[in-house]
């Protein structure tokens, strides 16, 4: 008898990873299409349009500026405090964008997703692209103040051989907003409970992810084992070296990049699997 | 040989009761201890059949329960079954958006389905970007779309406001535009759910042309679920009738309608022979009244247009003259209106060979009623119609559901209501 070519089976059994990598690729246009839906709908209807993307760096530069620095006497060392905090926003501003943009992908999506079948995993990915632009437009107006400062106000602006390394950094942030959104909109999907934490997390993280003081401050001010916990904080490690890169301010080492490096795409993994897992009978429990 | 494209082996699904909280809790961490030890899922075994009318027993109950059909390419089967039957929980899992408990479904093709019409719908983006981002939502790419675009916008018939936001659209414009990217969808596997009455009564008729065509012209295999009798035996080849989870019978689309309508016996549950509300001298009484279709099944849903045979039974009291027997049997609307009235004399009929039986039956090849409920009135005289001659007058004797239908066979449904609908033709 011949063996009969099935195109695919639909089945009960869950293997550990099953990424239809070639499905993913056909439904390329679709990711394409989402990316451009939530750009275009953000704004219509606004007249700023973009420009609002702007607003809230800015102006969250300029509190954490006045607060941290002026008050709270946290020094920047050579770096002008606001550059400083403008850096760590803009980094720190793309990371929770992906986390907050995909952990809630199965419940806001349970419509759609119980209609019809896409690769689910085109949600999340297309929440971290989109907000790439969003990212770029940031790291846009940093570097126009990054010139007015070097220009105006006397800074000395260096780019370092280390700046060769700033795409690496903008996929481990994706990889970790990502990585860490489908796992926590995976847990969420029954049980809901940890969709109240995440909210007050995100911004409970940022104090111990060093976005408004430099590594050096915290080994100083802080007791010894939060400055530990700060420093083994991939988070940290990523805005520091972003800082590094582009304001040559704060320390780099090779062991924290790989382990941050490490980190993330194990993050990023164990979110496809749990995702992946979860995708197949959520509808029935969302 | 057959050609099979799809095969569904022993797919069941089971659902948890309730709402979901510590109990639910509980029973995930002993299927997860249960799963670590080797051991199969300990609530797999328990479950009640899905009838929703039933109190619940226990906390899982099978919405499907050992599913098993083999589909061939082009053929388009009808999935018919009454709410809660487990059709839609099939379709789902058909189209990937739920995955089966127990079972395997295998498919030759790629399967696109259609469970409601305009998902993904932004309503801040244009009538066009929308038709780009629908499709690509229904599995197509964005050349397959652009290469469709200036069809799907003439099928909608939405060219004016095609560059205007989804929002402003009246809600008729939006479902046109989104059936209008799905007629356009072309899968190997096609699955819908009773999408077709939508829009208005042209932009209907179009649908359900272009079903017409999806299926017989373009050889697509098709996997229909509708409640409608009518369309599914105009639109399949092959049905399936689900109840309660389980299949109860695969054939073709006509037997599965009539085993369907057959097993739909709810309505005849008043003991007519048990009813005083009579008038008459009760020398004959009526004691039953039964409804079949043209092969002999018993039946309370009929299709407007369709056979149907009334069997009246008799118990004779006191003897009486059957060659004077006066008969008629009504056809009564909600409102103690007449839809339709057999009279035997007007007719030339006599009763003489009711001497040896107990029961008459009426035949009627085509009911050419509207769609609705109708009570039979049975009334049976001496030798006319004054009342000192009744012999036995019971209305409501029995309940007929008349199903929409297509009566002049123009591929829409006539409107449903209380009147007839007799042959006529317009020059």
């Keep these: 008898m011949k063996e009969e070519q099935w195109l695919y089976t639909i089945s009960a059994k869950r293997s550990l990873i099953n990424l239809n990598f070639k499905e993913i690729w056909r439904y390329r246009d679709l990711l394409f299409l989402f990316v451009k839906r939530d750009i275009v709908t953000v704004y219509k209807q606004t007249i700023l349009g973009p420009l609002w993307y702007l607003i809230q760096p800015l102006f969250t530069s300029v509190v954490f500026t006045l607060v941290f620095n002026n008050m709270g006497n946290i020094s920047t060392g050579a770096t002008p405090p606001f550059l400083f905090n403008l850096a760590g926003i803009t980094a720190w501003n793309y990371f929770t964008a992906c986390l907050s943009g995909t952990s809630n992908t199965f419940r806001q999506n349970a419509g759609i997703f119980g209609k019809v079948y896409f690769p689910r995993v085109i949600m999340p990915l297309s929440v971290t692209i989109s907000n790439l632009l969003k990212f770029g437009i940031q790291l846009f107006i940093f570097i126009v103040f990054v010139f007015y400062y070097s220009f105006f106000k006397g800074f000395n602006f260096s780019l370092n051989a280390y700046t060769l390394l700033f795409p690496v950094y903008i996929i481990v942030m994706a990889l970790m907003g990502l990585g860490l959104g489908m796992i926590i909109s995976s847990a969420t999907t029954k049980y809901r409970d940890l969709k109240v934490l995440v909210g007050f997390a995100t911004s409970l993280l940022m104090y111990v992810s060093a976005v408004p003081y430099p590594v050096s401050e915290a080994r100083k001010k802080f007791p010894s084992w939060v400055a530990d916990l700060v420093e083994l904080n991939p988070m940290t490690q990523i805005i520091e070296g972003f800082r590094f890169m582009l304001l040559d301010t704060g320390t780099f080492t090779w062991f924290g990049f790989g382990y941050t490096v490490v980190l993330s795409v194990i993050l990023f993994l164990l979110g496809l699997i749990v995702f992946n897992r979860t995708e197949k009978n959520f509808i029935d429990t969302v | 040989m057959k050609n099979v494209i799809l095969k569904v082996e022993n797919i069941s699904k089971q659902y948890r009761l309730g709402t979901v909280g510590t109990g639910s809790l509980s029973h995930d961490f002993n299927r ?184 017989s012209g373009e050889g697509r295999t098709v996997i229909f679920v509708s409640h409608n009798m009518a369309s599914v035996k105009s639109l399949c080849t092959r049905g399936i009738v689900l109840e309660n989870g389980y299949v109860k019978y695969i054939g073709t689309q006509n037997d599965a309608v009539e085993y369907y309508l057959s097993q739909q016996n709810t309505l005849n549950k008043i003991n007519v022979s048990e009813r005083t509300d009579r008038v008459g001298n009760q020398k004959l009484t009526v004691n039953k009244v039964l409804f079949f279709n043209s092969n002999e099944v018993e039946i309370s849903d009929v299709i407007s247009g369709e056979f149907l045979k009334i069997r009246v039974y008799i118990k004779k009291n006191l003897d009486v003259d059957f060659a004077k027997l006066f008969v008629a049997i009504n056809f009564v609307d909600n409102e103690a209106n007449f839809g339709l009235s057999y009279i035997n004399d007007e007719m030339g009929y006599t009763f003489e060979n009711l001497e040896n039986k107990d029961f008459f039956e009426l035949i009627i090849p085509n009911i050419y009623l509207r769609s609705a409920v109708y009570g039979i009135r049975i009334l049976i005289s001496e030798k006319d119609t004054r009342e000192e001659n009744f012999i036995d007058v019971i209305d409501n004797a029995a309940l007929i559901n008349i199903l929409e239908g297509d009566i002049w066979n123009t591929g829409k449904l006539n409107r449903p209501g209380n009147s007839a609908i007799l042959p006529g033709k317009f020059l």
């Design chain 2, 32 to 215: 997860f201890w249960h799963r670590i030890r080797g051991k199969e899922d300990p609530y797999l075994k328990i479950g009640a059949v899905n009838d929703r009318s039933k109190a619940a027993t226990g906390a899982y109950a099978w919405a499907l329960k050992d599913i098993n059909f083999e589909v061939a390419k082009g053929e388009v089967l009808g999935i018919i079954g009454k709410n809660g039957a487990g059709k839609s929980t099939l379709l789902k899992i058909l189209s990937r958006v739920t995955s089966p408990t127990t079972g395997e479904i295998k498919t030759k093709g790629r399967i696109a389905s259609l469970l409601e019409v305009g998902t993904g719908f932004h309503p801040e983006l244009t009538g066009r970007e929308n038709i780009y981002l629908n499709g690509a939502i229904l599995g197509m790419t964005k050349s397959e779309i652009a290469s469709k675009i200036d069809e799907i916008i003439e099928f909608s018939g939405c060219q004016m406001y095609i560059d205007t936001p989804t929002k402003r659209y009246s809600s008729g414009m939006t479902v046109r535009l989104a059936f209008a990217v799905a007629a356009h969808l072309e899968p190997d596997i096609l699955i819908v759910d009773e999408v077709l009455a939508v829009g208005d009564a042209e932009f209907q008729k179009k649908a359900i042309g272009k079903m017409q065509d999806i299926s």
